[in-house]
């Protein structure tokens, strides 16, 4: 029989090799490989490019086009594939491949009619907008333009791509789809596995029905709003649900999820669910990544939670979860990320966190935890962040053994002990430490702490060190460092602010320090506060070359003297410079003007001699300049036809010298007090706070974070002369208003009464003469009023507002008549009795504000600056043991007597007018 059989096979031999024969690939066709040239011919490639989403992803950026040449067949080009049979390009991938330039609707692309498969993400198409062209793919199965800088409206086209199963088009916010747009294209690709829009500007609601095939929905940050639909949840094949920072409300399944099998990652941060955790997430066994920060989330965490057992991404962060951690015996082993930050979480951290081996980031803050801190078993831990809890006892020995850590925050616990400075010596990639708000000291100062190469935020602040820093710390910590903070211990050498620097010598007599000038080789410092010390002596010249890091720069209440002879450089990069209550002497430093950053600029309270800085008008964003309580002097002479000043919101040159007429020169260009901003917002800077110290109502206060909240002119206590400018009344945006106990004469303006928001007029001890204005009368955000010892006549203006003010705020004029002056205006009116009348009084005296140094905390615009809504909160002195308990109670009753004196005014007002 095999004699037979070899014919058979010979045959069938020949035939498989004529059939293979006929299946060979094809070349590109002509016209392709054209279009193809053409297209690359259209961009720049910089190979040196990197694209941050490719490294992102761990993909390189390199031209892929650049080894194009058109004697080779293009379908072995880098990024191009073709059809085995006819040769047409039916892959194109050039993600990543660093070109530069536009795509329009007449690029030879779209003649490769017969893609399936296009991705050209990572690049920078130079704000390109998506031709509709797109849409004419009809082959296409795959298409990825994402993260390469196109703008402009997706088009409608694109849902015209029915067999598409791949959409990512994730943007850099320059790309928008229309709501309905949205919805078609959902509804219309009916057989989609994949869709990422990250950052695509939808505003829309989710749609009810979308293709049942979908394993991958990334929808993050694209102003989706309205109700998550639960069917997302029920999808078979769902892998991937991602909706970050969306406006979305949800609801959980209540029993076993349809797609519990299937999903992976759940990444629903910022949806509000406004319920409890379902037990159901337990159902979720194949979850790999789930993060539900910022839900709304109440109750306790279920113990199902801990039945997932492949999870390595578990945040809840930030919701409203309580009672205690559960206990659990096995699983979670493969935990890397564990974030209960921001709860209401209680009692001890259990011991199976401590003991979870793949952990990289503990993340605890903001609880109640209380107990002890066990060892930490996992040497992988990158960021421990267990601040604001009321853990105790000393810090577990096994902190020294984490060599990878990077961030160590156990700030505001009641931690305590003694630690030796070599306690971090080995954790070499630290680069944030936060202990302050504990009860912790240092030993040993003389053992360097030598992994400081990457440390750049350390805050022992509020703890019980104390002793003196040597000369090693400012060659090893300081070297590396942009913020520190030892502030309130008890540390005798040069450090930060409400520290003591006093040492004793042999005869047990304290002295005072000096400014080394050793600090200015600190040229990566961006923050230097030496406020509130002892520090004497003259401030180094050096101070000048740290300029080009330095932005925040406070010696506020020290003992300096001498002459401010500093001198700042064109590449000043300094923001704020605060000298304030200090002995200095001389002229103020020209060179201030090289500092384009400056907005804050405090000099108060020297002994500054020199005129008018009328130089310092050419910085463009100066906001604050105080230079009260010095000895300058002469008239202020300002020329109109300059734009001087242009965003300063506080003035204050009280208390110097300055003679001849207010200068109304000066007001013209004042652009920022003459506009009322409702959204202005203070500096939004992590690591420090300006301050500014001011007067109003007769206390010196000091006002935080002030730049855009408040607006203010103090002028009182100088020489000026002739009548108040009406254009004064432009500046509406004013809160304090003082020209007191100067020599000014003439009438009140009227335009005054256009400062609709001021809240603190004081014109007392001039020479003013004739009627109050009535237009004074609807200032309804009027709380402190003082036209005393001046030469006033006439009626006293009525409404709600005025009937708050007491005879304090007109006595020495004795031509006024009216409420609240015996002497009235033909009007039998009298105010009734009530019982409010003598807290009002007291109020009035000023009895309210008892304390010189309150500090103010400003928030917001709101009606009265010091009484009003606008207050966050206070903080008394210091010298208040029980500030805390206070706090609550003063500003209770602040806002119960501001209250309480506008519905007395207004019930006076009414009297009055019923009984005319």
């Known amino acids: 029989m095999g004699y037979l059989l070899l014919p058979f096979l010979l045959y069938s031999c020949c035939l498989c090799q004529l059939v293979f024969s006929s299946f060979s690939p094809q070349s590109c066709t002509k016209d ?42 293009c379908c072995l080009w880098d990024g191009v594939k073709c059809h085995v049979l006819t040769g047409h390009v039916i892959e194109l991938d050039l993600g990543c491949s660093s070109l530069e330039g536009k795509i329009d609707s007449n690029s030879t692309l779209f003649q490769l009619s017969h893609l399936q498969r296009l991705n050209l993400s990572g690049n920078d198409f130079s704000n390109s907008h998506i031709s509709p062209n797109f849409g004419k793919f009809s082959s296409l199965t795959h298409l990825d333009l994402s993260y390469s800088d196109f703008s402009g409206e997706i088009p409608p086209e694109i849902s015209h791509l029915s067999k598409l199963h791949s959409l990512f088009l994730s943007s850099y916010r320059g790309l928008k789809l229309g709501p309905l747009s949205f919805k078609f294209l959902l509804q219309n690709l009916t057989q989609l596995r994949e869709v990422d829009l990250d950052s695509v500007q939808i505003s829309s609601t989710i749609p009810q029905n979308f293709s049942s095939h979908i394993t991958t929905l990334r929808l993050d940050e694209t102003n989706l709003h309205g109700i998550l639909p639960e069917r997302i949840f029920h999808l078979h094949n769902l892998t991937v649900l991602s909706l970050v920072n969306n406006q979305l409300n949800g609801y959980f399944p209540k029993t076993k999820w349809n797609s519990s099998a299937s999903i992976m990652m759940l990444e629903l941060p910022g949806v509000n669910f406004s319920s409890n955790l379902p037990e159901s997430i337990g159902c979720l066994t194949s979850l790999v990544y789930l993060s539900l920060d910022y839900c709304n989330l109440s109750g306790p965490i279920p113990k199902s939670l801990w039945d997932l057992t492949h999870v390595e991404y578990l945040n809840l962060g930030n919701n409203h979860l309580e009672g205690s951690i559960p206990l659990f015996t096995s699983g979670l082993q493969n935990l890397k990320t564990l974030s209960l930050s921001g709860n209401s979480l209680s009692g001890a951290i259990p011991s199976w966190i401590f003991s979870l081996l793949s952990l990289t980031y503990l993340g605890l803050g903001s609880n109640s935890f209380s107990g002890q801190l066990e060892d930490f078993r996992s040497n992988l831990l990158v960021d421990i962040s267990l601040e604001g809890n009321k853990l105790q006892g000393y810090l577990p020995k096994s902190i020294r053994n984490l060599v990878n850590l990077e961030m160590l925050h156990l700030s505001s616990n009641n931690f305590s002990g003694k630690i030796d400075v070599s306690f971090f010596s080995n954790l070499k990639q630290l680069e944030e430490l936060n202990l302050s708000h504990n009860s912790i000291s240092l030993t040993n100062y003389e053992n360097k702490i030598k992994s400081t190469k990457n440390l750049w935020n350390l805050d022992l602040s509020n703890n019980k060190i104390q002793g003196s820093i040597p000369d090693w710390a400012w060659s090893n910590w300081l070297l590396s460092l942009t913020v520190l903070n030892l502030s309130h211990n008890k540390l005798s050498v040069l450090n930060l602010s409400h520290n003591m620097l006093t040492s004793f010598d042999q005869n047990s007599r304290p002295h005072l320090y000096s400014i080394p000038s050793s600090v200015c080789n600190l040229t990566s410092l961006r923050v230097l506060d030496l406020a509130r010390n002892n520090l004497k002596g003259a401030i180094p010249q050096c101070l000048g070359n740290m300029s ?21 450089g064109l590449g000043s990069g300094l923001k704020s410079f605060n000298l304030h209550g200090n002995k200095l002497e001389g002229k103020i430093p020209r060179s201030l003007a090289n500092c384009k950053q400056l907005e804050v600029l405090d000099l108060g309270n020297n002994h500054l001699n020199d005129t008018f800085p009328m130089w310092l008008g050419i910085l463009p964003k100066l906001r604050v300049l105080s230079l009260r309580s010095n000895k300058l002097h002469g008239p202020i002479r300002a020329s109109r036809s300059m734009k001087l000043f242009p965003k300063l919101r506080m003035l204050d040159l009280s208390c110097n010298a300055f003679t001849a007429e207010i200068p109304t020169s000066l007001f013209h260009n004042l652009k920022a007090m003459k506009r009322i901003d409702q959204t202005a917002k203070g500096p939004n800077d992590e690591y420090y706070e300006d301050s500014v110290t001011v007067v109003t109502k007769g206390q010196e206060l000091e006002v935080v974070r002030i730049l855009s909240l408040y607006t203010t002119m103090d002028l009182s206590i100088n020489k000026f002369e002739g009548q108040i400018p009406s254009m004064i009344g432009d500046l509406i945006a004013l809160r304090v208003l003082n020209l007191s106990h100067n020599g000014l004469q003439g009438h009140i303006p009227t335009s005054l009464g256009k400062l609709s ?39 006293i203006p009525g409404g709600p507002q005025f009937a708050t003010f007491q005879n304090n705020s007109y006595e020495g004029n004795d ?16 105010p009734e009795s009530d019982s409010t009348t003598g807290v009002l009084d ?38 208040n043991s029980n500030w805390l308990s206070r706090i609550a109670e003063d500003l209770e009753y602040i806002i119960i007597v501001r209250r309480r004196k506008k519905q007395l005014g207004q019930r006076r007002y009414r009297r009055r007018n019923n009984d005319v």
């Open 32 to 73: 392709q490989s054209l279009a193809l040239m053409k297209f690359k011919q259209a961009f720049v490639v910089h190979d040196s490019s990197t694209s941050s989403t490719c490294d992102y992803y761990g993909q390189q950026s390199y031209g892929k086009t650049s080894s194009w040449n058109t004697s080779i067949d």
């Open 548 to 568: 080009d890091q330095l932005e925040f720069l406070d010696m506020q209440h020290n003992s300096l003297s001498g002459d401010l002879q500093t001198t700042f």
């Open 757 to 795: 928001v001021v809240e603190s007029l004081d014109l007392s001890f001039n020479q003013l003469s004739g009627d109050i204005p009535e237009t004074l009368a609807s200032l309804t955000s009027l709380a402190v009023l003082n036209l005393s010892r001046n030469h006033l006549q006439g009626c």
């Open 815 to 830: 031509g006024l008549r009216g409420f609240p002056l015996s002497k009235d205006c033909g009007s039998s009116w009298r």
């Open 842 to 879: 007291q109020e009035s005296n000023s009895t309210l504000l008892s304390e010189l140094s309150w500090k103010v905390v400003l928030m917001g615009y709101g009606s009265g600056l010091f009484i009003g809504s606008s207050i966050a909160y206070f903080l008394l002195s210091s010298r």
